[in-house]
């Protein structure tokens, strides 16, 4: 399979993923979020009282906050580990240096990881920040991002 094909099916399945389950990852951002506080200070109660929190404070959309970051951080990551892991795993046959067994998936498993989690932490930082943002806070991803750079440094991308 070219690349190409490679690239494009490493992004299709990363927005379709994210077309289906982004009120579940908002509310999962959100509820994460408000559990680090203490009891009094919650937020939600529990999962369903955080959906119906958003819904009723910030309208359905509020459930599908952060959508395009979100599908550019899965068709990174997917594009990332899925590419990545066939062309070193290709690479590996291919110069003979390893057969294709377990260690052989293992290093090419591991190489597809560092490099997914190398390209898509910056874009996962944006989205996460974005999505824990008051309403109003940033007016889309993109000021989200330069209002991070500006407090952060490139070195925020990379927060955690």
Known sequence: TGMATRLLAGCTTGAVAVACAQP?????????????????????????????????????????????????????????????????????????LMTDNVPCHFVAAFGAGFCATVVASPVDVVKTRYMNASPGQYRNALSCLLALLMQDGPAGLYKG
């Open 24 to 96: 579940t990852d908002v509310v999962k951002v959100r509820f994460q979020a408000s559990g680090a506080q203490w009891d009094s200070a919650r937020r939600y109660s529990g999962t369903v009282d955080a959906y119906r929190t958003i819904a009723r404070e910030e309208g359905v959309r509020g459930l599908w906050r952060g959508t395009l970051p979100n599908i550019a951080r899965n068709a990174i990551i997917n594009c990332g580990e899925l590419v990545t892991y066939d062309l070193l795993k290709d690479a590996l046959l291919r110069a003979q």
